[in-house]
Every structure is written in structure tokens, then in C-alpha cells.
């Protein structure tokens, strides 16, 4: 008989237990009900194993912080532990008000991450750059990240990240720049908004778009105008990106020419401007073209941030001083 699986760390956890079958009305068995408490129970125990595995990973390696995705660990218990060795523990997840009201009181921080489907990866490198941009993490410090299924209530996966070492996350050490006059909140919604994008598309199709954030008065002396801007005419009020309704706006227009322009404070400048900043595109990784390109050379000539999506794969990647600061994968599911 087979069940279903939790394996992390050399721990392999299986609901194939016969003593959890009860008695249908027909006599036959019926696993329904105890089978799901036994997984349950045993999401418990692993959540508890990885959390106290992480807790001792971070003393060891002297972590800032241990994060920990709260949609698959809703069981206040370990992270009570956490608080009583003094070990910082930040909660990332995908919707707030879903979460115990038991875990608040052990944590300081909780960063939202997009709610759609995302890997594993996919939640580490959202929480990791939202925390750089919070202050939460800086250059040259060490992080643990636990991150699973929320469906499954598990965690499963351990990630220790060093910031500005760890190429495969995050591929510059302009780490402290990432958004030196962005605010926080100004910065997740544009964060949020793409990868929001690159997952849902518009009407039924994959779509490319480019959003760049900050040095406005540099951007636009670089670039020019392609289409109407849709935003002229209104209060600044009524284009602040931290507004849903703006941003619902946004995904309509996701799909026009050009870029999408954003002052530090979130006041949608322009949309369908041509960045005109040169941008050799042999400098990029294979397979990327002029959209990355723009989105390469428009933040090496500004103290700009450019958030780009890929219309044929789905990624999302942000741009610093010219270069790739990190790439999103789009998820399979």
C-alpha cells in the first residue's frame, strides 16, 4: 500500500498505516478520517523536526534570522521554542488573516508573498528579496528559510543563503542598493504585481512587461514615448500603485509597448515608453532579448530598479546597476 510522503533531511514520514483504517456501513474499510489525522500528526512532528533542526542551524552559523513559511506551519509550538532560545524568526506568507493568531506572538515581522502557486525556490527568493528591501537582511548576512506545501501543512525544505554570496539566488552583491529610495511597501507591490503576471498572464496568454521603479527624472530623459500614456490626466492619488484598483489597471495594460514607469513613492508616471538606454545583449544570459536588455541598460545610466517579465518563460527578474539581481521562476503547476 502505498501513502503519501514527506521526505526532508533523511526523514521519510508515510500515512500507510492499517491501525488508522476504520468501518464504512458496507464493513469495508475506510481510511478517510484517519488517514488524514495520521498526516496531520506526522506534518506536526516533521514541522517540529525542521524548525528545531533550523533553530540549531542558525546558532551554529550565527543567522540574522530564520524564516519560515507559515502556510505550511500553522502549529505555534516550534516557533514558541524559537522565541525562548532568542533566535529571530520572520513569517512569510501568502495571506495574513489566514494565519493563527498564536503565531504573532513570536515573531516581529511577517512578509506577504504573491498568493499564487510558486516552488519551493520560488517562496525562499520572494521572502529573501522583500526581506533585503526590508532591512530585514543585509549584505554578508546569513539566513535559514524553511519552506513547503501549504496544502500539506509541511515543511520540507531547509535553505541557508549568506546575502551577496549565494550566486544562484541572488546574482549581484549590490545588495545594499536594491532600493535605497524605494520604500518597502512601494517595492513589494511592484514585486507582488509581477509575479502576479508572469503567473496569470492576460486573457488566457503569456505576456512580456518591464516596470521601472525610481530616478524618474533619469529614466525619462532616456527614453521616449511609444503609445497614449493611459495615466495622463489623472491625480497622482488615483495612480499610486498601492491602490488595488490601480494596479488591477495595470495587468490591463500589462501588455502594451514599453515600460512602465514608477516614482519612489509608487505614482505611476507613464506606461508604453521605450527605453532608450544601449545595452550590449551578448552581456546577458542566452535567450534573453531587447525587453531584458532595456531593463539591463536603463538601470546601469540610473539608480532605477527594473522589474522584467518574460513572456515565453514566465520569470520574473530584477535588474540593479545593469545587472540580473535575481530571477523568479515561473512554477509548473
Do not use: W
Not at 528559510?145 to 546575502?163: H, N, P, Q, R, W
Not at 515600460?259 to 550590449?280: C, K
Request: proline share 3%; with cysteine.
Amino acid at each position: 500500500m502505498h501513502g503519501l510522503q514527506y521526505r526532508s533531511n533523511g526523514v521519510e514520514m508515510t500515512d500507510s498505516n492499517p491501525a488508522t483504517e476504520t468501518k464504512t456501513k458496507t464493513g469495508k474499510p475506510s481510511r478517510s478520517k484517519g488517514a488524514r489525522e495520521t498526516r496531520e500528526k506526522e506534518a506536526r512532528a516533521l514541522n517540529r523536526l525542521m524548525v528545531e533542526n533550523a533553530g540549531r542551524i542558525a546558532t551554529r552559523i550565527k543567522a540574522r534570522a530564520v524564516f519560515i513559511f507559515a502556510d505550511a506551519c500553522s502549529d505555534p509550538t516550534p516557533l514558541e521554542k524559537l522565541h525562548n532560545k532568542k533566535i529571530n524568526t520572520v513569517l512569510f506568507t501568502k495571506n495574513e488573516a489566514d494565519l493563527p493568531k498564536e503565531l504573532h506572538k513570536y515573531v516581529k515581522n511577517i512578509l506577504i508573498i504573491p498568493n499564487i502557486n510558486l516552488t519551493r525556490m520560488g517562496h525562499v527568493k520572494v521572502a529573501a528579496v522583500m526581506a533585503i528591501n526590508a532591512n530585514l537582511l543585509d549584505h554578508g548576512d546569513k539566513a535559514v528559510f524553511l519552506s513547503g506545501i501549504s496544502e500539506l501543512g509541511a515543511l520540507d525544505s531547509t535553505i541557508v543563503l549568506e546575502i551577496g554570496r549565494e550566486f544562484e539566488m541572488i546574482s549581484s552583491d549590490d545588495v545594499r542598493n536594491l532600493s535605497e529610495n524605494i520604500k518597502p511597501a512601494i517595492f513589494e507591490a511592484v514585486l507582488n504585481l509581477t509575479v502576479e503576471i508572469a503567473h496569470q498572464g492576460r486573457e488566457g496568454k503569456s505576456v512580456g512587461s518591464t516596470f521601472v521603479i525610481g530616478d524618474v527624472e533619469t529614466v525619462l530623459a532616456r527614453s521616449r514615448q511609444l503609445t497614449i500614456n493611459p495615466f495622463k490626466g489623472y491625480s497622482e492619488d488615483e495612480r499610486n500603485i498601492l491602490d488595488p484598483e490601480v494596479r488591477e489597471t495595470l495587468k490591463e495594460f500589462s501588455s502594451i509597448d514599453g515600460a512602465f514607469i514608477i516614482r519612489e513613492d509608487g505614482v505611476v508616471v507613464t506606461a508604453g515608453r521605450h527605453l532608450n538606454a544601449a545595452f550590449e545583449e551578448e552581456s546577458l544570459p542566452q535567450g534573453l532579448g531587447s525587453r531584458h536588455a532595456s531593463a539591463a541598460g536603463i538601470t546601469s545610466v540610473s539608480d532605477a530598479t527594473a522589474l522584467v517579465v518574460s513572456e515565453s518563460t514566465g520569470d520574473v527578474r530584477i535588474f540593479r546597476k545593469g545587472k540580473i539581481f535575481l530571477t523568479i521562476e515561473k512554477s509548473a503547476r
